[in-house]
């Protein structure tokens, strides 16, 4: 196993446009994946799904809005939230500036048939964070949404 230290401002950032910044934090496969996502107001983390891991997600700055099973709840600083597996989620920054958002999940049963899928869902929908039709394909989830693109850390995300 390798472990390392890096700072945060030195990692690899994807803008994803419309849906905010992502640094992969740890990309394991097999065992757990880690990002750390920077959402401006309105800006989805992702279209509304469920998988057959289990995820965890904590503030680290600012305000979201967390839509599971259909329903709506505001997210402040140090608010955690746990997802079981088979529950229906996102986040959607909100407020007055930028959130960042760690996201930790497992990983194991992301490959195949039934790693999850991309339920339809008003709630979501309203913040366009909903794909349009039920599909298990990301491609299709994510059609609307450009492709992501490399960026950079910025300063101004500190709060």
């Known amino acids: 196993m390798s472990w390392f230290v890096r700072n945060v401002r030195d990692m690899k950032w994807w803008n994803r446009g419309p849906r905010g910044f992502v640094a992969e934090l740890v990309d394991d496969p097999e065992q757990v994946g880690v990002n750390l996502f920077v959402l401006g107001p309105g800006e989805p983390m992702s279209m509304y799904h469920w998988e057959a891991d289990q995820e965890g997600f904590l503030v680290l700055s600012g305000e979201a809005l967390l839509i599971v099973e259909d329903e709506e709840y505001p997210l402040q600083r140090w608010d955690y939230f746990h997802k079981p597996i088979g529950v229906s989620h996102t986040i959607v920054g ?13 990983r194991e049963h992301q490959k195949g048939p039934d790693w999850g899928g991309y339920p339809y869902s008003e709630a979501a929908m309203k913040h366009n964070a909903s794909a349009e039709e039920e599909t298990t394909d990301p491609d299709v989830a994510y059609a609307r949404f450009p492709d992501r693109h490399d960026g950079a850390f910025r300063e101004e995300w500190l709060p």
């Open 94 to 106: 909100a407020g007055g500036g930028p959130s960042a958002i760690l996201a930790i999940g497992g």
